[in-house]
């Protein structure tokens, strides 16, 4: 599992630990999914996708309810690695439906193309501002870990991933913010190199679909570029969607450290 964390990525195979805490997250998941005002709220790109972000009521430690605090190999491999499990915030609910993608409101036909050609490929914290919808690194994130919470079937809109992304965004960014003192960087308009680096990406790295089911989970580097594949499984399948938990905490060590990891 090591080998391929090196590459920006890890999949963890199936724990007991975890598969208990997604029992209780899933009942907690569908009923936010139920709730008409976070409908009307995150139900986007014509009902297929339900956005979710910081919907599912967990504590810091992962708590739901009256579950256990969120365990298993993929938190031993964070605690191992990272030092320490940061406090969590409340995790995004983010559901796949039949016929994903849809154009989300306001999408531009660009936009959506290359959500359906490229997976919507992003870096999150790399965000969109204004009208002109210009990129900054606003929200630095330590890792992106994901924990499916129901049954999937083949095609079901899996995430995606490009091995060894990191290094070519990397690469980037360090040559945007070069001169910039680190305070700056939030300042900095990322637009053309961030750009830049994904078609670097699409151009030298494989496109890696990471299907997974309750009791896995896994774990992207900050700045692995990934996306969310079309749903391409048979009609009347999988209705229910596919529902991941996502936990992004923010980074907390100097800016600096942030390209050099």
């Given at each position: ?53 910081d919907a599912l009521p967990n504590d810091l430690s992962g ?17 191992q690695n990272f030092g320490i499990l940061p406090a969590l ?98 300042d900095v308009d990322v637009t053309e190199i961030y750009a ?66």
């Amino acid at each position: 599992m090591k080998d391929t964390w090196q590459h920006g990525w890890i999949k963890f195979p199936f724990d007991s630990q975890l598969d208990a805490w997604v029992t209780s997250a899933k009942l907690s998941a569908q009923a936010v999914i139920a709730d008409v005002e976070m409908q009307k709220q995150w139900l986007q790109c014509e009902g297929t996708w339900f956005v979710g972000v910081d919907a599912l009521p967990n504590d810091l430690s992962g708590r739901i309810g009256g579950s256990d605090p969120l365990a298993g190999r993929a938190v031993d491999f964070i605690m191992q690695n990272f030092g320490i499990l940061p406090a969590l915030h409340p995790a995004q609910m983010s559901v796949i439906y039949p016929g994903y993608p849809k154009p989300r409101a306001k999408e531009t036909p660009a936009a959506f193309r290359f959500r359906q050609t490229r997976d919507a490929a992003h870096i999150d914290g790399i965000l969109p501002q204004g009208p002109d919808r210009r990129r900054n690194l606003m929200e630095p994130h330590a890792f992106v870990l994901g924990i499916p919470l129901n049954k999937t079937v083949l095609g079901a809109s899996p995430l995606v991933v490009w091995p060894d992304s990191p290094a070519i965004v990397r690469r980037h960014l360090a040559a945007a913010f070069a001169s910039i003192p680190v305070e700056q960087w939030p300042d900095v308009d990322v637009t053309e190199i961030y750009a830049a680096a994904r078609g670097e990406v699409f151009a030298t790295c494989e496109r890696l679909e990471l299907p997974a089911q309750p009791g896995e989970a896994y774990l992207l580097h900050r700045l692995a570029l990934h996306g969310v594949a079309p749903w391409t499984a048979s009609e009347g399948e999988g209705l229910e969607g596919r529902m991941v938990a996502y936990f992004r905490p923010p980074w907390r060590a100097g800016m600096q450290q942030f390209l050099n990891d």
